[in-house]
């Protein structure tokens, strides 16, 4: 009979039959070699269970394991997003040495921080206040909060009364690097007290500059701190895969202090004696351990029970075919089989596993490198035939230095997380961090390789760097990269002498479109000026918006005449642009300076301020030309200036071509107005008699300090015909009257208006002096005066433009004031920005608590006017309540 080389675990109907041969040689009954047979199965059956448990438990572990990297991983992804998100706001803050609260919406929202942070409860800045007292601690009120909604309670608070949020910015501000705040109980309301638990990750800003290198330099340009806050739980039930949560109990614990705070438990039931799996997320200078312990086994032990009942039938079966050998072959071979493809499933399934992975991972041979493996994550990224054999894997790569290394023998093609561009079967491009070595895999070596896809991250980062570069309206360069070209120029002209030029090009008239049409209008005129500007540079020359109606041009290796030339086709594209406008048609000039930078020596100042004094020469000539600078322009401009706007505005108040028109402030919720509520606003007719709107010459006097002349010549006027400014003919129940910041600097100004108040016998309670946020804050203690006196008489202040600073609130406390007027740039959007309408509401709510009224300016629809009812604001002024009419005693 033949003989099997098979052992006992598969026992083949040969060996049945050889056994039963066996037992009639050895003269033992069958049922002895049948009990062998079975106790034989059994053990072997108990052998394969123990094995395939091994498998499936150190399946289930190197999940577990998988499932804590990947915890661990995505809450500190969430993390690091939120520095980058802080990183982006502060490079915002310190190009322009700040922004309002507008501009940090707008920051907010080109970021999609909402989307990039699901987490995100709220993006706050805080201003530094120095103490009142020496020795005092600074405040950090919140000035800017995004999103307002549910996150009010923050605007004005002092987060320095909270000790580990403060603890966490001094230590950002030093450091200059995201720092995270231990966890604690925010201040928004919350409705799950599960949920009051967060943390604030904080990033300073410093004053625009120079980077500041160590802490001193930190702590003395200090302007503020950025925050994120999140909800601990939100953070982690949004960060945690979905798996980790529903098979494990997750446990996170602040260990920063080594106190192991817990901060957040999934609870439930774990199987007994379950290893813990985990890992340290390190971001902030703080430490949180994520612990995950199995809720089960983590495998279906079903298969277990299969494979011991499967095999002690089979040991049955195999006595019973010892027993009776004439059916024991088939039956023997058939269960071989299937332990055979069993053991084929287990290793399998490991293989799976590693196609689960979301990193690509690929193998391939090491004499002619061709990829010979590849899981699933690099066979869809790279391409489904990656892994046919023929593809050499330095092929994926495009740096010649990297091929390279793949082809060499030794330690040459090893390396970790380098960062590289590779290349798809179909061509296509990205970025990854990719981490290469040698190993061996049934006694030949393999060269194994794990890449991540890192294009995401590396686009984030570059649209951060263009955000901070380019100016957000126009899309081209902003001042600060404009300037640092003009450093680069003055070094280049320095070291070989190549001459470049600068043009200094201010729209004229600008602000009459803005006025005229809104700075919508204004915005897309730039818009528009920009693109057709760009359409005359040459190669190498740089176009740069500077601010407001500002541009630059840097012109590289030009002569004078070149650069003249360059200056008259950028002037005359700019006064042959057609600019239309909701069936209104605008044309629009500039004043181009044009300064040479030919020679050693000049700084970045000069070369501003040479630019300047050449575009002032260009517009005083007549606006609309080019002017090249010359030593004798700063001189000349600043004596006929002067000069000529000081004796044009004094000969103007002399000959009485100053006029007074008022526009009607209208209740809005119906209160009773016996008498009109009027502002008074200057005008002034020029020598052909025209009238000059007040844009035109309230910025000359402001600059040449005429505005107390006017500002007197105002109150006089409006004092001693008081009883003849509005139409009707009677007399104003209050009267407003606009007060500059030089004005409030005039010592003699109270006792000027108390004189004429009881020289023309007027109630003072009719009397509004109206102050510019702004203008109030340049010397608050002496605008508190001021204001302290005219009101102890019965006058009434108001706070013009109020929301259009940045510390609106925190003055307000600090003023004695009886109005606030909404800045008109909240009223204009009102219909179409929800943010808009969310300000003014705020703005309304405060004055109310604090018994001011409310009115508000630019109102220019009916439907603006509703929206304004709705939210209880007191009084509107606008074009769409009434228009400016001259007043009675001037009308001809």
Not at 269 to 298: C, H
């Amino acid at each position: 009979m033949e003989r099997s080389g098979h052992s006992a675990a598969t026992a083949t109907p040969l060996q049945a039959e050889d056994a039963a041969a066996q037992s009639l040689l050895l003269g033992m009954p069958a049922w002895a070699f049948a009990l062998a047979g079975l106790l034989a199965g059994l053990l072997v059956t108990g052998a394969v269970v123990l094995l395939e448990r091994g498998n499936l438990q150190a399946e289930a572990r190197l999940h577990d394991s998988q499932v804590a990297r990947r915890s661990v991983a995505q809450v500190e992804r969430q993390l690091e997003t939120s520095g980058l998100l802080l990183r982006a706001l502060q490079s915002s803050f310190m190009v322009n040495d700040g922004i309002d609260r507008r501009q940090f919406v707008d920051v907010h929202d080109n970021l999609r921080a909402g989307d990039v942070l699901p987490s995100l409860e709220a993006m706050v800045f805080a201003r530094r206040e120095n103490p009142a007292a020496p020795g005092g601690r600074p405040r950090y009120v919140y000035e800017s909060v995004v999103p307002l909604a549910g996150n009010r309670s923050l605007v004005g608070f002092d987060m320095a009364a909270q000790e580990v949020n403060l603890q966490a910015l001094l230590r950002a501000r030093d450091t200059d690097q995201p720092v995270m705040s231990a966890a604690f109980p925010l201040r928004q309301p919350v409705s799950d007290p599960r949920d009051a638990l967060g943390v604030v990750v904080r990033l300073p800003v410093y004053r625009a500059g120079p980077q500041p290198t160590d802490v001193a330099q930190r702590r003395e340009r200090e302007l503020g701190a950025l925050g994120i806050s999140m909800r601990v739980r939100s953070l982690l039930l949004g960060g945690l895969p979905a798996d980790a949560l529903r098979l494990y109990r997750v446990r996170v614990l602040d260990n920063t202090d080594g106190a192991g705070v817990m901060l957040f438990d999934s609870g439930g039931d774990t199987m007994p004696g379950a290893r813990s799996y985990g890992g340290d997320v390190a971001f902030g200078e703080r430490n949180w351990k994520i612990v995950l312990q199995p809720r089960g086994a983590g495998y279906d032990a079903s298969l277990l029970w299969l494979m011991a009942i499967t095999g002690t039938i089979a040991s049955l079966l195999l006595a019973l075919l010892l027993w009776s050998a004439a059916t024991t072959r088939r039956r023997a071979v058939t269960l071989g089989r299937q332990l055979a493809q069993r053991h084929r499933e287990s290793e399998e399934r490991f293989r799976t596993l590693n196609d689960l992975l979301p990193a690509l991972v690929l193998m391939a041979r090491a004499d002619d490198g061709c990829i010979v493996y590849a899981n699933e994550a690099a066979s869809a990224r790279l391409g489904a035939d990656v892994a046919g054999g023929a593809t050499p894997l330095a092929s994926l790569f495009e740096d010649p230095a990297l091929q390279h290394a793949l082809s060499a023998t030794g330690d040459g093609a090893r390396w970790s997380n380098v960062d590289t561009t590779l290349r798809t079967l179909g061509g296509d491009r990205f970025w990854a961090s990719t981490s290469i070595s040698q190993v061996q895999l049934t006694g030949r070596d393999k060269l194994l390789m794990v890449a991540n896809d890192t294009s995401e991250q590396r686009q984030l980062t570059e649209l951060l760097s263009y955000q901070a570069t380019h100016d957000a309206l126009t899309g081209l360069c902003n001042r600060r990269e404009f300037e640092r070209s003009v450093r680069r120029t003055l070094q280049a002209v320095a070291r070989d002498g190549t001459p470049a030029a600068l043009l200094y090009i201010d729209l004229d008239q600008f602000k009459l479109i803005n006025d005229t049409s809104g700075h919508l209008a204004g915005d897309q005129l730039l818009s528009q000026l920009a693109l057709a500007m760009a359409e005359h540079l040459r190669g190498d020359d740089l176009l740069a918006r500077l601010g407001g109606d500002e541009f630059g041009v840097l012109a590289q290796n030009v002569t004078p005449d070149v650069a003249h030339q360059l200056a008259e086709r950028m002037r005359a594209r700019i006064e042959g642009l057609v600019f239309v406008w909701e069936q209104r048609s605008y044309t629009i000039s500039a004043s181009i300076g044009m300064v040479m930078i030919d020679r050693a020596g000049l700084t970045l100042d000069d070369v501003f301020a040479h630019a300047d004094a050449a575009c002032y020469m260009a517009k005083d000539h007549g606006r609309n030309r080019v002017h090249a600078y010359s030593a004798q322009d700063d001189e000349q401009v600043r004596r006929r200036g002067e000069m000529e706007w000081a004796n044009r505005l004094r000969w103007v108040i002399e000959e009485g071509r100053l006029l007074l028109d008022y526009q009607e402030v209208l209740p809005l919720q119906g209160q009773s107005c016996p008498d009109p509520h009027i502002e008074l606003l200057i005008r002034l007719r020029d020598e052909d008699g025209r009238i000059v709107p007040p844009g035109a010459f309230l910025p000359a006097a402001e600059r040449y300090g005429m505005m107390p002349s006017l500002d007197r010549w105002v109150i006089g006027e409006a004092i001693a015909n008081f009883d003849r400014l509005h139409a009707s003919g009677r007399a104003p129940g209050r009267c407003a009257i606009n007060l500059a910041a030089s004005t409030l600097e005039d010592d003699g100004l109270a006792d000027y208006v108390l004189d004429l108040i009881a020289r023309h016998d007027v109630a003072p309670a009719r009397l509004c002096f109206e102050i510019t946020e702004t203008e109030a804050v340049r010397n608050l203690a002496r605008a508190v005066r001021v204001m302290q006196r005219l009101r102890a008489v019965g006058c009434q202040v108001a706070l013009d433009d109020f929301g259009a600073g940045m510390s609106s609130f925190g003055y307000l406390k600090n003023l004695p004031v009886d109005v606030i007027k909404i800045d008109g740039s909240f009223i204009r959007e009102l219909d179409s920005d929800p943010m808009s309408r969310s300000i003014v509401d705020a703005i309304t709510e405060i004055g109310h608590q604090r018994g001011l009224d409310v009115v508000a300016e630019w109102v220019a629809s009916a439907g603006a006017a509703e929206l304004l009812r709705e939210l209880g604001v007191d009084y509107g002024q606008g074009f769409a309540l009434h228009r400016p009419e001259r007043v009675l005693y001037q009308r001809e």
